[in-house]
């Protein structure tokens, strides 16, 4: 057998893990209030649970046990009490957060208005799906950055690409998932990123969206993994109080999903809610967070 061959047969059984993670994360999120026993989670991803176990562990970074446990309103709740001036202080402080799990180190770089208007002319974005433990996500990288990261439904990945070439109608479009591969493994912490000399180069975002937009995605930037905060925490950040409901509508046209972290902004009252893929996969998202924030 040579090397491609081998290089395929991995690929494939990754892609096997990683739909196997999808569902008993989703089955952790649907069903964690009856606290799913390990063997149940090891039927759902039909495999033995001395497999399922080490296999979580690796992928998720945390054992399904300690996942469950963030899977609580009562989390969330205590996450915002400890929180409430996070975003002050990393402004004040210019960090993108404490906690190193975090950074992968996104670096934002917004489009002059000639470029906005110009609607992604001239730019080349090469795409790929990619299997994660939260289900597929199609990725979309320039020259000059990350310019699209979004969740793909099974049954509708052609519907994910309509969309990324909506926003970018006049960039060339090619499909390239060795391009976007490091990516994703960077997003999902298949591949650690830290601040350490000679680690991982900072991943740069080029970000197409209107001077409020762009300020509201620089301050979720700041949001450190594991914590989260209200509407009310980020239009302050950004010194409009008063704007929760245009912050709203600013978090939910994010395009660049889990490196700009849209889930870690949840209501006051701590419900989490209001996810454009899904609040299962948002609570799913900020289990793993807080669980890899609190094994560190």
């Avoid at 057998?1 to 494939?12: P, Q, Y």
């Avoid at 591949?191 to 969206?209: A, F, S």
Wanted: hydrophobic content about 45%; proline content about 6%.
């Amino acid at each position: 057998m040579d090397s491609t061959d081998t290089l395929l047969r991995h690929a494939a059984t990754d892609a096997q893990h990683h739909r196997a993670m999808a569902a008993a994360i989703r089955h952790l999120v649907e069903h964690w209030q009856t606290q799913p026993s390990l063997e149940d989670l090891a039927a759902v991803a039909g495999m033995s649970p001395f497999h399922f176990q080490r296999l979580f562990t690796r992928w998720t970074g945390i054992s399904p046990k300690r996942f469950l446990q963030f899977l609580t309103l009562d989390t969330a709740k205590r996450l915002l009490a400890e929180n409430h001036s996070v975003l002050d202080v990393a402004l004040d402080v210019g960090l993108s957060g404490p906690s190193r799990l975090h950074d992968l180190f996104v670096a934002c770089e917004a489009m002059t208005p000639g470029e906005y208007k110009a609607l992604g002319g001239g730019l080349t974005i090469r795409w790929g799906v990619h299997e994660t433990p939260f289900g597929p996500s199609l990725v979309g990288t320039t020259e000059r950055g990350v310019c699209w990261l979004s969740f793909v439904e099974e049954a509708d990945g052609d519907g994910a690409l309509a969309e990324m070439a909506s926003v970018w109608p006049a960039a060339r479009l090619v499909e390239d998932a060795d391009a976007t591969r490091p990516v994703a493994a960077r997003a999902f912490r298949w591949e650690e990123g830290g601040p350490e000399p000679g680690g991982p180069q900072p991943l740069r975002l080029l970000m197409k969206g209107t001077n409020f937009q762009i300020k509201v995605w620089e301050a979720l930037l700041r949001i450190p993994s594991g914590a989260v905060v209200s509407y009310e925490d980020v239009a302050r950040a950004i010194g409009q109080p008063t704007a929760m409901r245009a912050v709203g509508a600013a978090v939910g046209r994010n395009p660049v999903c889990v490196l700009i972290p849209c889930h870690r902004v949840i209501q006051k009252s701590g419900v989490i809610h209001n996810y454009r893929y899904g609040v299962p996969r948002k609570r799913a998202l900020l289990a793993w967070e807080q669980g890899r924030a609190a094994a560190e």
